[in-house]
């Protein structure tokens, strides 16, 4: 059971693929009981596989506290509300400096100040989810007061990145990100 724990374990934070190796010299007693599956590929190799840069990939979920919950809401431009009632889960976007951008080139969210990526190049944005927000959500007075709408949505995103890259700075508040756009 121990086999099946850490497979359902590394599966469920694979995001497009996942690779699980072993040796035959101390060998899982379990991994004879998988069944054969195409996506299953048993190999005797003394060696390592070349190593894929796919696989290095890190995926990190913009969530509600990632990201600047007020930015539309602080905006009356008609383009910024269309842009993002246009967006749909899975459209691309761009992060540029701190900006959620769309293939517009409309500014549809931003990062929070608290949000840090890690360092690496970023493969990918794209939408995951569009939260709809009002001014009776926002419980600071001060914020409020801030608003130039009474509700907006909240674009929510996924990033891709490949760390490591060597011009590559994380994303911390204010800073900037080593990005192509």
């Not at 190593?51 to 008609?78: I, K, N």
């Not at 190049?121 to 914020?143: D, F, L």
Request: glycine letters at 6%; charged letters at 25%; one cysteine or more.
């Amino acid at each position: 059971m121990a086999l099946c724990a850490s497979i359902v374990g590394a599966a469920t934070r694979a995001q497009q693929t996942l690779t699980l190796i072993e040796f035959t010299r101390n060998a899982n007693p379990f991994t004879p009981a998988l069944r054969p599956r195409p996506a299953l590929r048993r190999s005797q190799q003394d060696t390592f596989p070349p190593r894929d840069p796919a696989l290095e990939r890190q995926f990190v979920y913009l969530g509600l506290r990632d990201v600047d919950l007020g930015h539309a809401g602080r905006t009356a431009s008609p383009k910024v509300h269309e842009a993002i009632r246009a967006l749909a889960v899975g459209d691309a976007l761009r992060l540029r400096t701190r900006d959620l951008v769309d293939t517009g080139n409309e500014v549809v969210g931003r990062l929070a100040q608290r949000c840090e990526l890690p360092a690496g190049e970023i493969v990918s944005v794209t939408v995951t989810a569009i939260v709809p927000r009002s001014k009776e959500q926002v419980p600071e007075a001060a914020y409020r007061r801030l608003l130039r709408v009474d509700a907006w949505e909240v674009v929510l995103a996924l990033v891709c990145i490949i760390p490591g890259a060597a011009t590559a700075k994380p994303v911390r508040g204010g800073g900037l990100i080593a990005a192509k756009t």
